[in-house]
């Protein structure tokens, strides 16, 4: 069946440092890839999304492209914040439902 | 636009007993979503409503359940909680009529089953 898996957590950078948060997926068909981001306490936010092989989702200083041939997907921002500090979630959808990575927690120090 | 709401956000109930949760979508979406959060399964999709139809159900068993109303408001419910039923209960609404759809998510619902 489908599936998404994402690089461990918990990953720790400093201000300022570039982030990468690999995601890889198994898939049939052309799914449309996503990443969320969870604060504390708080439901998921959509960051970005890309719906078909070699588009480029970005928002926030974050980008993310859709690798059909190595079947990925990597979450990645120049330079990071304090104020990024969450966890990230990498998802396909299938059908009307998204199925997700188990989350990678990202804490960024000042 | 308002958001996707979720009510109530915290609730505590002993086992054996049932709960009714409910989400209001994002205005103009007719597709509602469930999905349960744990530290250990990770985000794990419940069931679909669009509608009023159930269109997908995840791997639950049949203690949970759901409907949608005309209004696409949706409740979840669950019978004879368990333990293992503590969890963040997360609903997402989109327009459901497209792969590439995005699904937003209101804030959770805490269940503690004590």
């Known amino acids: 069946g489908n599936s998404v898996t994402q690089m461990e957590g918990p990953v720790t950078l400093s201000e300022e440092a570039f982030l990468t948060i690999n995601c890889t997926y198994t898939a049939t068909g052309y799914p449309s890839l996503f990443w969320y981001v969870q604060y504390p306490g708080e439901g998921l936010q959509l960051l970005l999304k890309a719906t078909k092989a070699d588009d480029k989702g970005s928002n926030k200083g974050f980008e993310a492209t859709y690798r059909k041939e190595t079947t990925s997907f990597h979450l990645e921002k120049g330079s990071v914040q304090v104020s990024d500090s969450a966890v990230y979630f990498c998802a396909l959808s299938q059908g009307g439902k998204l199925i997700f990575g188990q989350g990678t927690e990202l804490s960024v120090k000042p | 636009k308002a958001g996707v709401t979720q009510t109530p956000r915290y609730l505590i109930k002993t086992r054996g007993q049932q709960v009714t949760l409910s989400c209001s979508p994002i205005s103009g979406h007719r597709s509602v979503s469930w999905y349960q959060q744990t530290p250990g399964q990770g985000l794990q999709f419940l069931f679909e409503y669009f509608s009023e139809t159930q269109r997908n159900k995840g791997n639950f068993p049949g203690r949970f359940s759901g409907r949608q109303f005309s209004n696409s408001r949706s409740e979840m419910n669950v019978s004879t909680l368990e333990l293992g039923d503590s969890a963040l209960y997360l609903c997402?609404?989109?327009?459901?009529?497209?792969?590439?759809?995005?699904?937003?998510f209101g804030p959770g619902t805490r269940l503690t089953v004590l």
């Open positions: 997402a609404s989109s327009l459901g009529t497209d792969r590439t759809d995005t699904q937003y």
